[in-house]
């Protein structure tokens, strides 16, 4: 929408007095409709008249010479002296004000002023001008957005009423041609039939090459639009559209499912009129705009991508949505690209602006024949009635750590680096620097073409990441190093009922099934984890999201729980709001603090907390692994709301010697001897929570190897195992 008072724009280049010849001309033949329509000759007529003339003096003279050959008629000769009296006092009078109070004084001119009035503007449409611009930008406006002849006149006709004052107060301001009213004798001045001015109007509106104000009583040209008038923009085409290109991979490289990429390869492969209107969306950088190249790759077309320009409006981007539009439909099978696809898609008030017209946007969406992908990061503020129109739509997640080696493993290959990494400093890179695949390759382009050595291009890699992270994060970021945990994870020494290898399988099926958006269970990958402390329940649900290729989002009770009545179940419903958005894995550390029984309940707020978490529980289409120490005190509901529930308890003598053999041996260097290892295997209550604490307390940073020994490890464990049953019996004597 534009205001009334915003309306004019700056004039574009044009080549002088030639062209504003041409302005006048036409400007001429508008005036003759008015006056053959009798309307009143007021100051604001007079003001445009003059300007189509020129000047002043040759109405004047025109008018004297009329009136000596007109019959005679009572109060002539008064009128005579007074059109002498305006010639005298050109230079000081108001000269348009003062031919409205001549003709108001003298009733009898008014027959011969609407003569002398049409006969000059005849003379005036009689005289040669050259009007190049205004014909190569009617012919730019048929090629560009393939408008026909009644469009392109009244696109002229509102280019000069914007730019030329005299014209506008006059035809606008006084005669309002574009009110319900005038419209019959815009119509005639423009040369169209009635009938077809307000479908093309509002078709020039729709397409955004009009702007509209709220009461459609004001119509101006799209800032981008007129480049068409500017002798200095020669290809006006690039303003516009400009050709789909760039890297294409292949279809297979995306992480989205196999099927939904096919399936959108067959819609845009159709050959029928029916709309075909494809969203994708989701988090920036993690390959939407790639799709849509392969997509065209694939399908063996041309494509077409909007332009998008500093401070362009919502008005300039429907312009070149339709200039795409029209480029798309002289080439069989292509289609269009619109990126930041929510600045046309957002219906809602956001961001400061207006309300997009819907019911043009509903329309838009289902006119045959057009075939357009959207790209959005981002379909929160998109009306319901808007989703339901497309034909498909894709979502493209977050890339997890597995995601991201295959990213890392593709673009050193395109790029002719396959050798210079390996697997390993690949997940190293992806776990430490959770990037979007833009990212990646951005930065190996970068590093390659300023560093040859490979020790420099490698920290060179890690600068332009971290730079990167640090940016998005405020200036906070520290690369995600790999956890001494989970290197240091063995699944042998795991202290779970069950095999960890059958374990992992299923969550490997679970896994496939989810990322293929297979129909699945709501709350399927649900899990519950219980034991005694230090038994490895968070180390394996670390474990299973890093071999998942999954992002772990860890919360404990602290990070959630608020003491506002509310804020807790904000949180929760965030917590999985965000893993769902990722696709990471939901790991909630004591669990208990939020599914303890209702039946405990003493306020009204731990009800509503407990109902909270169940519901997003059961809702959660990732897996969510919550772990607790008291499974005693959990609610009954809440225990069914998990499909698999996994015991963990004391470690027996084959996870003891595992556990031994992955953390202690290298320590020491030497067999264990055998009475060492039966008083090992001899504790009860051992966990791998004991042996990580006591290989932290004897690291080589810390302890000098010489101090480190069997029997030294083996005394530390044992006093950790005699501190946890202390610590148990002090609170079962305290419980009493």
């Known amino acids: 929408m534009i205001s009334r008072r915003k309306s004019r724009s700056v004039s574009p280049r044009l080549t002088g007095e030639v062209e ?46 009329a009136m000596d050959g007109a019959p005679r008629k009572a109060g002539m000769p008064a009128a005579r002296r007074a059109v002498r009296e305006i010639l005298e006092n050109l230079r000081t009078l108001n000269a348009s004000f003062a031919c409205e109070e001549l003709l108001k004084d003298h009733p009898c001119l008014e027959d011969l002023g609407y003569a002398v009035a049409c006969n000059v503007c ?105 480049a068409f008038w500017d002798a200095e923009e020669p290809r006006q ?42 969203l994708l969306y989701g988090a920036s950088g993690t390959g939407k705009s790639s799709f849509a190249r392969t997509l065209a790759r694939e399908c063996g077309v041309k494509a077409w991508a909007v332009t998008s320009r500093e401070n362009d409006s919502d008005s300039d981007r429907r312009a070149s949505l339709t200039a795409c539009l029209h480029l798309s439909s002289l080439h069989k099978g292509s289609f269009v690209v619109v990126d930041e696809a929510e600045r046309l898609l957002d219906t809602d008030l956001a961001f400061g602006r207006q309300t997009k017209d819907k019911a043009w946007l509903n329309d838009f969406l289902e006119s045959p024949g057009r075939r357009v992908i959207w ?47 390996d697997v390993p400093r690949m997940t190293a890179l992806s776990r430490s620097y959770p990037v979007e695949a833009a990212v990646i390759q951005e930065a190996v382009s970068q590093a390659r073409s300023l560093y040859g050595k490979r020790r420099d291009f490698y920290a060179a890699l890690e600068r332009i990441l971290q730079a990167h992270l640090t940016l998005q994060a405020g200036g906070e970021f520290r690369p995600k190093r790999p956890s001494p945990e989970l290197e240091e994870f063995t699944p042998e020494g795991v202290c779970m009922e069950g095999d960890v290898e059958a374990f992992m399988a299923r ?118 692994i919550c772990t607790t120490n008291r499974r005693d005190i959990l609610d009954a509901a809440a ?11 004391y470690a027996g003598s084959s996870q003891v010697r595992r556990l031994y053999e992955k953390l202690f041996s290298p320590l020491c260097g030497t067999e264990m001897p055998e009475e060492l290892l039966q008083k090992l295997l001899a504790m009860k209550c051992l966990t791998p929570g004991d042996f990580h604490a006591v290989r932290a307390q004897y690291d080589p940073l810390f302890v000098s190897p010489e101090n480190v020994s069997h029997s030294v490890l083996v005394e530390a464990l044992a006093r950790e195992v005699a501190l946890k049953l202390e610590h148990k019996e002090g609170a079962v004597g305290f419980l009493r």
């Open 507 to 624: 969550c490997r099926r679970v896994d496939a099934a989810m990322r293929e958006n297979k129909a699945l269970r709501s709350g399927c990958g649900a899990m519950l984890f219980y034991g005694p402390p230090g038994t490895g329940k968070t180390a394996l649900a670390r474990y299973m999201a890093d071999r998942l290729g999954r992002e772990c989002l860890c919360r404990r009770a602290s990070d959630l729980m608020n003491a506002f009545v509310g804020e807790t179940e904000k949180n929760i419903a965030a917590a999985f709001r965000q893993a769902e958005k990722s696709g990471a894995v939901l790991v909630i550390d004591e669990a208990d603090s939020f599914l303890s029984s209702r039946s405990m309940a003493r306020h009204s707020w731990e009800n509503t907390m407990v109902n909270e978490f169940l519901t997003a529980l059961e809702e959660c289409r990732v897996f969510c």
């Open 20 to 65: 504003i010849d041409y302005a006048r001309k036409k400007t001429a033949s508008w005036l003759i409709c008015a006056l053959e329509q009798r309307v009143g000759m007021d100051e604001n007529f007079f003001d445009c008249l003059f300007w189509v003339l020129g000047e002043k003096e040759p109405l004047l003279w025109a008018l004297l010479k």
């Open 375 to 421: 790209i959005s990061n981002q379909v929160d503020h998109i009306d319901p009635a808007v989703r339901r129109r497309f034909s498909f739509s894709i979502y493209f997640e977050n890339l997890g750590v597995g995601g991201r080696v295959e990213v890392w493993r593709q673009v050193m290959k395109r790029l002719g680096l396959a050798g210079r990494f």
């Open 237 to 278: 085409e690039t303003l516009f559209h400009r050709p789909l290109e760039g890297e294409s991979l292949p279809l297979h490289s995306f992480h989205i499912p196999a099927a939904d990429a096919g399936h959108a390869l067959r819609l845009l492969q159709r050959r029928d009129e029916a709309p075909v209107h494809i």
């Open 122 to 226: 005849r003379e005036v449409m009689g005289q040669e001008t050259d009007g190049a611009i205004y014909a190569r930008a009617g012919q730019g406006l048929e090629r560009v957005f393939g408008l026909g002849r009644e469009a392109r006149a009244v696109c002229e006709f509102i280019f000069i009423l914007q730019h030329f004052s005299a014209v506008e107060h006059y035809f606008e301001d006084e005669l309002n041609v574009f009110r319900f009213g005038r419209r019959r004798l815009l119509a005639q001045m423009l040369g169209i039939p009635f009938s077809c001015l307000r479908p093309v109007t509002e078709e020039l509106v729709g397409f955004g090459i009009l702007e509209s104000s709220a009461f459609g009583n004001v119509l101006r040209l799209t800032e981008s639009v007129l």
């Open 639 to 649: 225990m069914r709301r998990f499909p698999q529930k996994v015991a963990f308890g």
